[in-house]
C-alpha cells in the first residue's frame, strides 16, 4: 500500500487561486482528489490515470485541472476562480493494482 503525502491547503479569497500537491511512496495506476464539507458525503473532485485521462465533478469543471508527474509519483490539482462553497477538507487517494490508499487531507478555506 503507498503512503501519500498531501500538501498546498490554505486560506484564499473567493476568486483566487491554490495548488494541491499530492506525493505518493510508490508507483500508481490512478490518483484523484476527493474533498468533503462539514455535514456533507466526500465527493469526487478529479481523477487522472497514469496515461493521463482525467475525469472531473460537475462542480469543478472549468476551473480545476489535474495533472501528474509519473517520475515524481505526484498528481497536483491547479484551483482556479474558487469560491466558498469550494472549502473542504481536501483528501489524495491512490489506486494500484492491489490496493487504494487515502492521504490525511489538507484544509481548503475560501473567503467571500
Known amino acids: 500500500q503507498v503512503q501519500l503525502v498531501e500538501s498546498g491547503g490554505g486560506l484564499v479569497q473567493a476568486g483566487g487561486s491554490l495548488r494541491l500537491s499530492c506525493a505518493a511512496s510508490?508507483?500508481?495506476?490512478?490518483m484523484g482528489w476527493y474533498r468533503q464539507a462539514p455535514g456533507k458525503q466526500r465527493e469526487l473532485v478529479a481523477t487522472?490515470?497514469?496515461?493521463?485521462?482525467?475525469n472531473y465533478g460537475d462542480s469543478v469543471k472549468g476551473r480545476f485541472t489535474i495533472s501528474r508527474d509519473n517520475a515524481k509519483n505526484t498528481v497536483y490539482l491547479q484551483m482556479n476562480s474558487l469560491q466558498p462553497e469550494d472549502t473542504a477538507v481536501y483528501y489524495c487517494k491512490a489506486i494500484t493494482l492491489s490496493s487504494s490508499s487515502w492521504g490525511q487531507g489538507t484544509q481548503v478555506t475560501v473567503s467571500s
Open positions: 487522472i490515470s497514469r496515461g493521463g485521462s482525467t
Open positions: 510508490g508507483s500508481t495506476f490512478s
